[in-house]
């Protein structure tokens, strides 16, 4: 089993910044692919970015939803066990409860959310304009 527990959302205007963290444990951080997904209300739960598995700070390749790609960025700490996602330039319509999700694997091209095994309880993030 892995639990995972983000943090890190919360109310900011338009054109702002946050960081989401995702902290992991139950099992070796190292062997599993890391994933954003978000959900606003009435729509489907969707893919934002995820991250290869691997040793060291940083971590491995990289996948984005092409919604955020060159705004938002994923990592990997794994002497923190800690995966996160820093998301500049917001935009409304990036307002949704935004999950981290876990799986075994090796490379970053899991988009589908049935393709993870662990799901976080999720954290708002809500963009004013």
């Known amino acids: 089993q892995v639990q995972l527990v983000e943090s890190g959302g919360g109310v900011v205007q338009a054109g702002g910044s946050l960081r989401l963290s995702c902290a992991a444990s139950g099992r070796t951080f190292s062997t599993l692919v890391m994933g954003w997904f978000r959900q606003a209300p009435g729509k489907e739960r969707e893919f934002v970015a995820a991250i290869s598995r691997g040793g060291g700070r940083g971590g491995g390749s990289t996948n984005y939803a092409d919604s955020v790609k060159g705004r938002f960025t994923i990592t990997r700490d794994s002497a923190k066990n800690t995966v996160y996602l820093q998301m500049n330039s917001l935009r409304p319509e990036d307002t949704a409860v935004y999950y981290c999700?876990?799986?075994?694997?090796?490379?970053?091209?899991?988009?589908?959310?049935?393709?993870?095994?662990?799901w976080g309880q999720g954290t708002q993030v809500t963009v004013s304009s």
């Open positions: 999700a876990a799986r075994a694997g090796a490379n970053s091209h899991y988009t589908a959310p049935g393709t993870y095994d662990y």
